[in-house]
């Protein structure tokens, strides 16, 4: 980016231009002027096109504006004082060569040092073009280094648009889990349910074994006693070799 990438700036509380800074001449201050009227109070970006440049806006609330309004109670003459909100405007013009991303941040850098500098204070209160000799070096200042890091803040800000996306998909990927949440519930009790019962059939099915071979081992023993009318010998056998080995 060249030296004459940025052309114009200014700093408005409402309609009114607190500072501005330019190395050029020509109709652009005018033209953002009558752009600054248009502007619609919320907070947002806008980019005008006109002539080959790009006139570049932020926007946000934060101005108190305070005012002294008379009226008349019971007889009095009473002095109110009434106070109201008014949009902060930021404004570059720039070359249509730079990127809409490079103008807003240079915006974003603007905003942050004004609010540091001013907020809550003389930026409610400076009249027209007051902060002139004070601000219009520091927006300079921030144009060169916009100017000079240009390729830098370009990659960074494409990782901070990548880094917006996947969370834009994680927090779409938890809506519809949350939207099958009753779904997910049924399937977790069904689940529960079957090992349930798996566990009651393995119960039972250990209970069966055990009995059966105790019917077996009973069928065994009166079997043996029928044929040689003793007690059986595995038995016997079994209790000795027990025996031996302790």
Not at 104 to 114: G, N, P, Q, S, T
Not at 127 to 142: C, D, Q, R, V, Y
Request: proline share 2%.
């Amino acid at each position: 980016m060249s030296q004459e990438s940025f052309i114009y700036s200014f700093v408005a509380r409402g309609t009114m231009v607190l500072a501005e800074y330019t190395e050029f001449t020509g109709n652009f201050p005018a033209i953002a002027a009558q752009c600054l009227q248009k502007l619609p109070s919320s907070n947002n970006k806008f980019t005008y096109n006109c002539d080959h440049h790009t006139f570049n806006f932020l926007v946000e609330d934060g101005y108190v504006v305070l005012a002294w309004d008379h009226g008349v109670c019971s007889s009095q003459r009473l002095r109110v004082q009434k106070k109201w909100m008014v949009s902060g405007a930021y404004c570059v013009v720039a070359k249509d060569s730079v990127s809409k991303q490079i103008s807003i941040a240079f915006l974003e850098r603007v905003k942050a040092d004004f609010k540091k500098r001013y907020g809550g204070g003389k930026a409610d209160t400076a009249i027209a073009k007051s902060l002139n000799k004070e601000f219009g070096p520091i927006m300079k200042e921030h144009m060169k280094y916009i100017i000079d890091h240009a390729e830098e803040i370009e990659k960074l800000l494409k990782v901070k648009a990548q880094v917006s996306e996947v969370k834009s998909i994680m927090l779409e990927n938890i809506d519809k889990a949350i939207d099958r949440g009753e779904n997910l519930t049924v399937l977790s009790d069904k689940t529960e349910t079957l090992r349930a019962q798996a566990q009651d059939f393995r119960k039972q099915g250990t209970q069966v074994r055990r009995k059966m071979w105790e019917e077996v081992e009973v069928a065994m023993k009166v079997s043996e006693q029928r044929e040689f009318g003793f007690p059986s010998v595995r038995g016997s056998l079994i209790h000795v070799v027990g025996t031996s080995v302790r």
